[in-house]
Structures are given as C-alpha cells and as structure tokens.
C-alpha cells in the first residue's frame, strides 16, 4: 500500500449519513478514561488508612496484607500514607520520589497531594512539588482525596470523516488529547465532541486520571481497561470513545454515541476483529523487514511514563500479551529511515512504540522510547553522504512529535452490521518529512 496514492475510503452500504449532527437519541455520553492500575506496594513502607472498599475487612493490617501479597487491587489511592527515609544519593524531586514508591500512582497525583499540604520532609509541610530532597530525609505522605474533574463543552473544530445516529469516526490531528485529565483540562477531543453533539457536562469521580505531564494520559488504552462509568449531574452514563490515541499520535478514531454501539464496538475491540493499520517514520530499518513481535508489555519499573517489553524478570512490571505485526513498505535516505506499516493485533499501552523499540528501530520523534533527534540524525548521517549530512539535519529539526499515524480504521457497524473502511493521509508534518526523506532516497519494497 503506497501512501502517496492512498485516498479515502468508504465502504458505506450501511445507515445515512447525516451532516454533522449535533443531536443524540438518548442521554449516553461518549467517552472514559484508562483503567487505574493496582497498587502493590514496597512492604512496611506505606500503610493504607482510608481507602475506598476497605470497610469489608476486618482491619487495617488485613488491608495491607492483602494489598501487598497483590490478592486485592486498590482502586482508590486516597488515604494511602507512606513513611520513608530516602535512601538514594544525591538530589531527586519529590514528586519524582514519591511517585516511585507508590507502584502505579500518578505524578500529577502526588503533586495535588504535595500542594494539599499533605507531605512533609523533616516534619516540615512542603508545598513546592520540585522540592528537592536529599539522602536521609524523612517523607511522610498521604494522598488526597481526587477532585472530581469537569469535562467542558468546547467549539473545536474537528475533522469528522463519517458520522450517522450511532457512531462517529474521527480524524485526530497530532498533538490533541482525547480526554481531559488533572492539568489538562480544555482542548481535548472529548470537549470538542461535547459540542458538537450538545451534551451536558460530565463530571468524573473517584477515578485515577495521569496528568499529561506524565504522558500516559495520552495512550492508546488497553481494549479491556474501557469499561467505566462515569456520572455526569444528571445520571450515570458509560458509552463513549472505545480507544485512543496517544497525544503525538495523529488519525482515525471511532466514537460511539449510544450504548449499545460502545458495547458493540468494544466487544470488537475484545476479539481483535478491528482493522487497524498505522505508519510510522523510523530510525534505521528493521531486520528482517516484515515479521510479527510477539513480546507481552508492561510497565518501565525505571521510568513510569513509559511502558517496555518484557524480556526479562526485573525490567518491567506486570506485563499483558501484545502483538504486532509490521512490514518495510519504503527504505528511506539510503536505510536511515524507513516507512513501516504495523497491524495491531492487541491495543496494549504504548504497542507500537515499544516494541520499535524493541526492534531497535525506535519512531523518529519519539523521545520517550528513544527516537530522539541525535538519534536519527546519526542513523541518517551514517548512510548518507556527508555532503547531505545539513539537508538531513534540517530535516529531522522539523519533527517534534512521534511519527505515527492511524491510516486506516474498519469495524463492522454496531446497528446494521454492514462492514466498515475507512482511510485517512498523514498529516502534512508527517507529509513534508516523507518527501524530504524520500527525496534523497527511496526504495519501494515488492508487495507494498
């Protein structure tokens, strides 16, 4: 599939499509957020005082028993205190610090903690969430109680690719989030949506929400993890956005519109049977350059916000099965780039990205799994002339983003069961960077 002779597909046999429509049928709001992960603690480090469900134990110790031996999950961080000197040498933040010994609490949950007055060092209150702390302080922390946090209707235009009664397909430019979450609040594609389809204003209790300063508000969620729900002031709804995108991400999305289509479509997302094809822009190629990554995917005990294969023991936390399969479709610049085409299998946190990683060919853009600009201009300068060595470098200084785009999204419709397509071209950032790269080089792969 060549991208520069892609168009737009509809397979539309199925309900009318009605232009922009800005009416529901029922009171079902699109959208929700990721699964609060489990908390299992480092052991006589942090005790649990308030939390949400502990009233059917007997005790407090039962609690941390429990939590600690991983038999209960915890759902709610509030009241979770932790007393501990620091250990490590040298200075670190303490947000950073704290965050890193709560396992699965966000950083932007522990900063409304530090700013609530709830943390001291030394048995002194601090307030500044970058206090830097030193080997042999005394940190004594208990989590706040969420607040809850308000989805408000924006008028933000928005490339709508299909729409009819039940479901709606979205094209996500580069750089917006799809929901709101604590400090990012305004500008989503939620708020976007709330307008476009005059809902009320929802509010989201009770649920942990990453703050984009920790990017994990901005992944594509785990398929099993959509299935919360959220109250607004008038009842309690649940239907909505059935995946996401990662902010850096940009193309197509699917948004249900009433509850039956979210569960529809969600179970699709359950048994696999969506078609999902994305491009990236790559450092280097991959060997061989078609194959499938079979490599389950857990959290980076080293740094939070990203996610690694697990290839071992102690690299990363729980992992969850994650498959991809890929495929070479152009050799870049002489092999210092590549366009690769990748085919979910699963919708794990971050797939894509870390099992390119993993290949070693990290997204060109993608500083957190290590695409970085040095990155690919070695890469690139190391196959190419050094006479195109300041035309590559110039190049690679425009992407400031991952280089990924959902191409293509097909699902089989929630209501009348005809089957679905639909394709969208990159964006032009992805566009410009393409044709610089194939400009100096380019080699179509056979079968692409």
Request: aromatic share 6%.
């Amino acid at each position: 599939m060549l991208i520069c002779k892609m168009s737009l597909m509809y397979s539309l046999t199925c309900p009318t499509i009605f232009p922009a429509k800005r009416t529901l049928s029922n009171s079902f709001i699109s959208f929700f957020h990721r699964n609060t992960p489990a908390v299992t603690p480092l052991h006589q480090k942090v005790s649990f005082t308030s939390c949400s469900g502990a009233s059917d134990l007997d005790d407090e110790s039962q609690l941390e028993e429990e939590s600690f031996s991983g038999r209960r999950q915890i759902t709610n961080y509030t009241g979770v205190r932790l007393e501990e000197s620091v250990e490590e040498v040298g200075k670190t933040r303490l947000d950073t610090w704290i965050s890193t010994r709560i396992n699965g609490i966000s950083r932007a949950r522990v900063q409304s903690s530090i700013r609530s007055g709830l943390v001291s060092v030394n048995h002194r209150v601090i307030v500044k969430t970058s206090h830097m702390i030193r080997h042999g302080d005394k940190v004594e922390c208990t989590i706040s109680e969420l607040q809850p946090l308000k989805a408000e209707s924006e008028d933000i235009p928005l490339d709508i690719v299909y729409e009819d009664e039940h479901v709606l397909v979205v094209n996500k430019p580069a750089h917006m989030v799809v929901h709101p979450a604590p400090g990012n609040t305004t500008g989503t594609l939620v708020n976007g949506i709330l307008h476009h389809c005059s809902l009320p204003t929802p509010s989201f209790h009770d649920q942990e929400l990453v703050s984009d300063s920790d990017e994990l508000s901005d992944i594509e969620l785990d398929e099993s993890s959509l299935n919360h729900t959220f109250g607004t002031n008038e009842t309690s709804v649940r239907p909505g956005i059935v995946h996401r995108l990662d902010k850096g991400t940009s193309g197509l999305l699917v948004v249900a519109k009433d509850e039956h289509s979210h569960a529809h479509l969600s179970q699709q997302f359950k048994e696999h049977t969506i078609q999902r094809i994305y491009i990236s822009l790559t450092c280097g190629i991959p060997f061989p350059p078609s194959g499938r990554v079979d490599i389950p995917i857990g959290r980076d005990l080293t740094n939070r916000i990203r996610m690694t294969a697990d290839t071992g023991p102690t690299k990363c936390g729980k992992s969850r099965y994650a498959a991809s399969r890929y495929k070479v479709v152009e050799i870049l610049a002489g092999g210092g780039s590549a366009l690769v085409e990748w085919r979910l299998e699963t919708g794990r946190t971050h797939q894509i990205r870390a099992h390119a990683k993993y290949l070693g060919i990290p997204l060109m853009g993608d500083e957190v799994y290590g695409g970085t600009k040095n990155m690919a201009i070695s890469r690139l300068h190391l196959k190419n002339s050094s006479k195109l060595h300041g035309q590559l470098s110039e190049l690679v200084a425009k992407v400031n983003r991952p280089c990924l785009h959902a191409l293509t999204l097909g699902f089989t419709h929630p209501c009348t069961g005809e089957k679905m397509q639909f394709s969208c071209l990159p964006p032009i950032d992805f566009a410009e960077v393409l044709t610089g790269l194939r400009n100096i080089s380019t080699h179509k792969m056979k079968g692409s």
